[in-house]
């Protein structure tokens, strides 16, 4: 096989592959109907050309009828004329005739034959494509069917090529998403063990933690002062009779008070010795 005829062969099976897919099967069902109702309309112009034809044939034997019965009575007329040689004649013309007449009958009996045959087909053929008719309809109603039962479960299980795409985008998304969760999940996490120190301040997590201990322990006694100053004040108000036991619950109260605020001065030295050894260790 030469090039040419590869490259022939190879196109020709391309194209066959390509119609073979682009093909309706509904389409190529109503085509094959049409044309049987094509040979159909030839068989019934056929079976009229025929009959058409016998009829001729038939007029023509009937013409030929009636001449052999005019010869009949032009021999008679002869013969009692006592004209036996125009008896004759006519007798001749009369067997002539008739054998013009049997030929005839022998062609009309052919076509007579021929019509009943292609009759015979014509309503076989006839009824060939009323049961092909029924059996494409229900074919093509069948095709349709199944057509729209693939496209309802393409679109119902994401088989098409869109929703296939729309699948894919979702997939993506929720997996940025939970990225994005489990990432922001780490970030809390590493800020909350103070992993990640500021960057715009010298503190690390201790210093954070002292720091926030000294603002509450300032809290706390600015809060202790100010609930003293409102006490004495009420009391200045009042002017409640003052017991022994008030006495000592005044003096327990102001002992306590200065051990807080010799703890709140130790701790301010302990931190500031902590304070000094950093800036050493810096």
């Known amino acids: 096989m030469g090039i040419l005829s590869r490259m022939s062969y190879v196109i020709r099976s391309k194209v066959n592959a390509v119609l073979n897919r682009s093909e309706d099967p509904r389409e190529t069902l109503d085509y094959s109907y049409e044309q049987m109702r094509d040979r159909l309309q030839d068989v019934k112009q056929g079976i009229a050309d025929l009959t058409t034809q016998k009829k001729r044939l038939e007029m023509q034997k009937r013409r030929l009828e009636e001449n052999v019965e005019k010869h009949n009575e032009q021999a008679r007329e002869a013969v009692a004329q006592d004209r036996d040689d125009l008896a004759r004649q006519a007798l001749e013309k009369k067997k002539a005739k008739m054998s013009q007449i049997e030929q005839l009958e022998t062609q009309i009996a052919d076509l007579q034959n021929k019509?009943?045959?292609?009759?015979?087909?014509?309503?076989e053929l006839q009824s060939r494509i009323e049961q092909f008719r029924t059996k494409k309809e229900t074919m093509k109603?069948?095709?349709?069917?199944?057509?729209?039962?693939v496209r309802v479960s393409e679109a119902m299980t994401g088989a098409g090529d869109e929703m296939e795409d729309v699948s894919r985008a979702i997939e993506r998304a929720e997996e940025d998403t939970e990225e994005m969760e489990a990432r922001s999940a780490a970030m809390d996490e590493l800020q909350d063990t103070g992993a990640f120190d500021d960057a715009l301040s010298d503190q690390d997590s201790i210093d954070r933690e002292l720091e926030a201990g000294r603002t509450d322990s300032e809290v706390e006694a600015e809060l202790e002062t100010l609930k003293g100053e409102m006490g004495k004040e009420t009391a200045s108000v009042e002017e409640p009779e003052t017991t022994e036991d008030d006495t000592e619950d005044e003096m327990d109260a102001d002992s306590?008070?200065?051990?807080?605020?010799?703890?709140e001065l130790e701790s301010s030295e302990i931190d500031e010795e902590l304070e000094e050894i950093r800036d050493e260790g810096r």
Request: proline letters at 0%.
């Open 141 to 149: 109603a069948q095709y349709e069917a199944s057509e729209a039962s």
């Open 115 to 123: 019509q009943e045959n292609l009759v015979e087909q014509k309503n």
């Open 256 to 263: 306590d008070e200065n051990v807080d605020v010799e703890e």
